[in-house]
């Protein structure tokens, strides 16, 4: 079983500019649902140009509780959908946002939530997929 975590500071901070830009260019002052997943399909080609099959699920988790069990349902879920293929790429946004919550900082103490909350997510990734199977999780 491979699994690997491709959130790299680089590669976060790329996929963070290649959204802001595609946001900045769309109409809306605020862009659609729809719009910001059909940028993140646009990304995942970007990246992966030469993996046109690549499954990919994008998990934003500004509009979902953060609740272990929802989260852990949401992560089995992606893993499941992912049964048909050898490789699979689960992209998780707003998670550091949702921690947040309604506070004005980040504190240390959410900070340690995010980490175990990552960490956690990363293991079910691990312990879910089939042998040999290639499923890489980007945080951004």
């Known amino acids: ?3 690997g975590s491709v959130s790299s500071q680089d590669e976060t901070l790329q996929l963070q500019r290649t959204l802001s830009f ?3 260019n769309d109409a809306k002052e605020r862009m659609s649902v729809q719009s910001f997943e059909h940028c993140i ?4 080609r970007f990246h992966f140009p030469n993996k046109r ?5 994008h998990w934003n988790a500004r509009h979902h509780l953060i ?3 929802w989260v852990h349902a949401s992560v089995l879920e992606f893993v499941r959908s992912t049964r048909e ?10 998670l550091r946002e949702s921690l947040k919550g309604g ?8 900070e340690q939530e995010y980490l175990e909350l990552r960490q956690f997510i ?10 040999g199977q290639d499923l890489s999780v980007l945080f951004f």
Request: aromatic share 2%.
């Open 41 to 44: 399909d646009q990304v995942v």
């Open 85 to 94: 293929s050898m490789t699979g790429l689960l992209l998780i946004s707003g």
């Open 103 to 110: 506070k004005k900082r980040w504190t240390s103490r959410c």
């Open 22 to 24: 595609m946001r900045e």
């Open 67 to 69: 609740d272990p069990l």
């Open 122 to 131: 990363e293991l079910l990734v691990v312990r879910n997929a089939r042998k």
């Open 53 to 57: 099959n690549l499954r990919h699920v």
């Open 1 to 3: 079983m491979v699994m």
